[in-house]
């Protein structure tokens, strides 16, 4: 992370307020363990067989969090309800007349890149799994599938999604506020203060965490905090 860079005031997006919420550690939980328990979805089920079509639409309208927003027969018609309903999550078989799924994945995909694709065959052939992992495929389900396991694999992968996405957007945050310690002159607040020299003492050899921290140090001029700290850095320079 470049802090060399700098930044005027009204470009800060996140002031230092923000860093105390980051470090209050009870909220990032809570708002983690809410997230992990939502994985309502938005679902697209694509199979030339009415067979395949029963069974999936079966699997599917046992969670009450799944919503079935279309149907598709072949790979065309995919893509097509895909560009107008934008699924969360598409269900779809390899091998359709016309497009196959792994050329309707990566239609789909080139136009949003957020849908999880979770492929279905009755042939366990590794070329074709290569195949429909290099199109996005998320994941592959050999039928007959396992009771369960067609749910379980989308909601996996829509937590995993989520997390990520949490995690990105923790990380753009606490980087901002990071920033904002090197344009802002307002004291620390005590928490932020905290919640630097936990990270400090979980990883002593971490410069960015004990430049952040002597900054922070500065700016609430505790200079017997400082001093040690900032002989400290110069000698690992």
């Known amino acids: 992370m470049a802090l060399a860079q700098r930044h005027s005031s009204a470009e800060i997006l996140i002031p230092i307020y923000k860093l ?9 939980r809570q708002r983690g363990r809410i997230q992990m328990e ?9 199979t030339d067989s009415q067979e395949a079509h029963a069974e999936t639409l ?27 309903h934008q699924p969360d999550v598409v269900v779809m078989d390899y091998d359709m ?34 195949t429909a992992m ?28 989520r997390d990520f996405a949490r995690m990105q957007a923790f ?27 936990s990270q400090v003492e979980k990883s002593p050899g971490d410069r960015l965490a004990l430049e952040t921290l002597a900054v922070a140090y500065a700016r609430n001029r505790n200079w017997a905090k400082l001093a040690p700290l900032a002989a400290s850095l110069s000698y690992s320079v």
């Open 20 to 28: 105390t919420e980051i470090a209050d550690s009870s909220t990032i």
């Open 171 to 197: 990380v753009k945050q606490l980087r901002r506020a990071y920033e904002a310690l090197f344009t802002d002159d307002k004291p620390v607040p005590p928490t932020v203060v905290a919640f630097l020299e």
């Open 134 to 161: 290099r199109a996005g495929a998320r994941d592959y389900l050999t039928k007959p599938l396992k009771e369960g396991e067609l749910v379980g694999t989308i909601q996996w992968l829509l937590r995993e999604r």
């Open 58 to 84: 079966q699997a599917l309208d046992a969670v009450s969090d799944f919503e079935i927003i279309g149907v598709a027969s072949e790979g065309q018609q995919a893509i097509t309800l895909a560009q107008v």
């Open 38 to 46: 939502q994985t309502s979805a938005r679902v697209l089920v694509v």
């Open 97 to 130: 007349p016309g497009l196959d799924g792994a050329e309707a994945t990566r239609s789909i995909l080139r136009d949003n890149p957020t849908v999880q694709v979770v492929m279905l065959s009755v042939v366990n052939d590794p070329e074709d799994i290569r």
